[in-house]
């Protein structure tokens, strides 16, 4: 049976040269990095050489790079380390990913304001509201530069803008807190350029998984000047941001990994991009009531990703069924799949929980070929038609509600709206057909 692989998005195979860079400091040049003798300075030099060369990728400082274990680590240093320095106010989106959303409620359960910028049908925030929102409260910002489940790019050099021009206001005002621009960019890598300077950030989330490296490392970009409060205490490891001895081992893969993907990035998201329209083309073709998620096909949707709701079925099924036929996707974000909730970030595009519950994520890689695409054009389909036929749901593609709130206990509320509105720091309100998560009495 034929294998199609399209959860690029959830998690890619290591490159064998990135294993390559990485057998020597599982055996060989196995010293600690904080060990003065020889086998210590050895490694201790090559971790040195691992952030250089992923400094001069992102045009930063080496200095300005911490290790972490991965995305979720290095999202809640950002979150927690700033807050916990500065105090103040966070703004967020409610499409982020769990590892901000999930902090942010943390904090807001410990007294920090948190507020949420409205987003757009396609997935993009309103730059409107987001200078409406912030005031002299207002520490960090933080949000995503490529949406993991619909791959929707964010300008974040127009936030960036915005930002500088708060500081200016600020300084000739004698306002003294900070204003500091966090980007989780796990899934920009590859696809976009990383430029710190250029993209105006201050903090920046990246991880190992996304970019065919090794899974459990990645890193957190802190610009010179900007203070954290460290997660936890110990060594002192990582400007004493981050105890712990180093994953030397996964840094060094990290390294040659981030390396190779950019050396390919223009060539392969021109590949990716090809391949991308000619299945959502498909889809939308082949498949009647499907709705794709995010932005059109152009350079506000990432390359490799293709995010559809097909309605009138569940798409735990459908995946299910495409499974059976060797086709791996995902519906939402894969850290969502051990719960039954619907997609945060389809509700918060407005869109009725049906549209959630049938969303669909394809994600293309380096070995997505033309003839993987037309295998998965053909199959699914099939499969569609079979979980159709056995469906009692029909949903209206113009639909802005949910079809049949009646049918759930408590109030017409769903269990995942419920748990929310019963939680002592965020609940779930419906405004203007677009359901997000929003603060009491904010």
Same mark, same amino acid.
């Given at each position: 049976?034929?294998?199609?692989?399209?959860?690029?998005?959830?998690?890619?195979?290591?490159?064998?040269?990135?294993?390559?860079?990485?057998?020597?400091?599982?055996?060989?040049?196995?010293?600690?990095?904080?060990?003065?003798?020889?086998?210590?300075?050895?490694?201790?030099?090559?971790?040195?050489?691992?952030?250089?060369?992923?400094?001069?990728?992102?045009?930063?400082?080496?200095?300005?790079?911490?290790?972490?274990?991965?995305?979720?680590?290095?999202?809640?240093?950002?979150?927690?380390?700033?807050?916990?320095?500065?105090?103040?106010?966070?703004?967020?989106?409610?499409?982020?990913?769990?590892?901000?959303?999930?902090?942010?409620?943390?904090?807001?359960?410990?007294?920090?304001?948190?507020?949420?910028?409205?987003?757009?049908?396609?997935?993009?925030?309103? /730059?409107?509201?987001?200078?409406?929102?912030?005031?002299?409260?207002?520490?960090?910002?933080?949000?995503?530069?490529?949406?993991?489940?619909?791959?929707?790019?964010?300008?974040?050099?127009?936030?960036?803008?915005?930002?500088?021009?708060?500081?200016?206001?600020?300084?000739?005002?004698?306002?003294?807190?900070?204003?500091?621009?966090?980007?989780?960019?796990?899934? &920009?890598?590859?696809?976009?350029?990383?430029?710190?300077?250029?993209?105006?950030?201050?903090?920046?989330?990246?991880?190992?998984?996304?970019?065919?490296?090794?899974?459990?490392?990645?890193?957190? /970009?802190?610009?010179?000047?900007?203070?954290?409060?460290?997660?936890?205490?110990?060594?002192?490891?990582?400007?004493?941001?981050?105890?712990?001895?180093?994953?030397?081992?996964?840094?060094?893969?990290?390294?040659?990994?981030?390396?190779?993907?950019?050396?390919?990035?223009?060539?392969?998201?021109?590949?990716?991009?090809?391949?991308?329209?000619?299945?959502?083309?498909?889809?939308?073709?082949?498949?009647?009531?499907?709705?794709?998620?995010?932005?059109?096909?152009?350079?506000?949707?990432?390359?490799?990703?293709?995010?559809?709701?097909?309605?009138?079925?569940?798409?735990?099924?459908?995946?299910?069924?495409?499974?059976?036929?060797?086709?791996?996707?995902?519906?939402?974000?894969?850290?969502?799949?051990?719960?039954?909730?619907?997609?945060?970030?389809?509700?918060?595009?407005?869109?009725?929980?049906?549209?959630?519950?049938?969303?669909?994520?394809?994600?293309?890689?380096?070995?997505?070929?033309?003839?993987?695409?037309?295998?998965?054009?053909?199959?699914?389909?099939?499969?569609?038609?079979?979980?159709? &036929?056995?469906?009692?749901?029909?949903?209206?593609?113009?639909?802005?509600?949910?079809?049949?709130?009646?049918?759930?206990?408590?109030?017409?509320?769903?269990?995942?709206?419920?748990?929310?509105?019963?939680?002592?720091?965020?609940?779930?309100?419906?405004?203007?057909?677009?359901?997000?998560?929003?603060?009491?009495?904010?």
């Amino acid at each position: 049976m034929k294998h199609v692989y399209l959860d690029h998005a959830a998690a890619t195979p290591l490159d064998p040269r990135v294993r390559e860079a990485m057998e020597p400091y599982f055996t060989e040049q196995f010293g600690n990095p904080s060990s003065i003798y020889t086998s210590g300075r050895i490694v201790k030099k090559a971790l040195a050489d691992a952030r250089d060369r992923i400094a001069h990728i992102i045009g930063s400082k080496a200095d300005e790079i911490i290790f972490t274990s991965g995305g979720t680590e290095s999202d809640a240093l950002a979150l927690f380390g700033v807050m916990k320095m500065y105090g103040g106010a966070l703004i967020t989106s409610p499409t982020e990913h769990h590892a901000v959303l999930h902090n942010a409620e943390v904090l807001a359960k410990d007294g920090t304001p948190v507020h949420f910028v409205r987003v757009h049908e396609d997935g993009d925030i309103d /730059y409107r509201h987001l200078e409406e929102l912030i005031n002299d409260d207002v520490t960090l910002l933080s949000f995503m530069y490529a949406n993991n489940e619909i791959g929707t790019v964010i300008d974040l050099e127009r936030v960036a803008d915005l930002v500088r021009r708060v500081r200016k206001n600020r300084t000739e005002r004698s306002v003294e807190r900070p204003l500091i621009l966090h980007t989780d960019a796990c899934q &920009a890598s590859g696809q976009l350029p990383l430029d710190v300077r250029k993209l105006g950030v201050d903090m920046m989330t990246l991880n190992g998984s996304k970019m065919y490296g090794p899974k459990g490392v990645g890193m957190l /970009y802190v610009r010179k000047g900007i203070r954290l409060a460290p997660l936890w205490h110990g060594g002192g490891q990582e400007r004493r941001l981050r105890s712990g001895t180093e994953n030397v081992p996964g840094i060094m893969g990290f390294a040659r990994a981030f390396e190779i993907t950019e050396e390919s990035r223009v060539t392969e998201v021109e590949r990716l991009t090809e391949l991308r329209d000619m299945l959502i083309s498909g889809i939308l073709e082949r498949v009647p009531k499907t709705v794709l998620n995010g932005a059109a096909h152009n350079t506000q949707r990432l390359a490799n990703n293709v995010n559809v709701s097909i309605l009138d079925i569940e798409g735990e099924a459908l995946l299910l069924y495409l499974d059976a036929a060797g086709i791996e996707a995902s519906t939402g974000s894969a850290c969502d799949s051990e719960t039954l909730d619907p997609s945060h970030v389809i509700l918060a595009l407005g869109k009725p929980y049906e549209f959630a519950h049938a969303s669909m994520r394809f994600t293309l890689g380096r070995s997505t070929t033309a003839e993987d695409i037309s295998y998965v054009l053909d199959i699914l389909p099939e499969c569609v038609n079979k979980l159709r &036929a056995i469906s009692p749901i029909t949903v209206d593609v113009t639909s802005k509600n949910m079809s049949h709130a009646s049918a759930f206990a408590g109030d017409g509320l769903p269990h995942w709206e419920r748990n929310k509105k019963l939680d002592s720091g965020f609940r779930m309100q419906d405004a203007r057909n677009d359901i997000r998560p929003q603060l009491k009495n904010s």
